[in-house]
């Protein structure tokens, strides 16, 4: 099984810049679909995006165009690039990780519940 470490949040504000990384251990890094997810105070943990093995990517359409997901294989890290945010952005950035065939991402990737293994979480703040 994989270990996942998230850093890199911070407090910023409105129209600002943060990057994301999440460091995984354990296990063949590239066999896994790995996702960001976001949970604010009060609501339910949501979908950011995912990337696969060979780097397609999915977005939420709240975030896309604004935040990049990118992993390096080599160094079993995962990064989320996060431009132009917004107060609303404002919550706790968990990575998250999927055993699958051949490292690829599927539509069931969309749903929570179907991730199975999961960092700790990075708090993200955004002030206006």
């Known amino acids: 099984q994989v270990q996942l470490v998230e850093s890199g949040g911070g407090s910023v504000q409105a129209r600002g810049s943060l990057r994301l990384s999440c460091a995984a251990s354990g296990d063949t890094y590239s066999s896994y679909c790995m996702g960001w997810f976001r949970q604010a105070p009060g609501k339910e943990r949501e979908r950011v995006g995912f990337i696969d093995n060979d780097g397609s990517t999915n977005y939420a359409r709240s975030v896309k165009g604004r935040f990049a997901i990118s992993r390096d294989n080599a160094k079993n890290t995962l990064y989320l690039q996060m431009n132009s945010l917004k107060p609303e952005d404002t919550a706790l950035y968990y990575c998250?990780?999927?055993?699958?065939?051949?490292?690829?991402?599927?539509?069931?990737?969309?749903?929570?519940?179907?991730?199975?293994?999961w960092g700790q979480g990075t708090q993200v703040t955004v002030s206006s």
């Open positions: 998250a990780a999927d055993r699958s065939e051949d490292g690829l991402c599927y539509a069931r990737h969309l749903q929570v519940d179907q991730w199975n293994y």
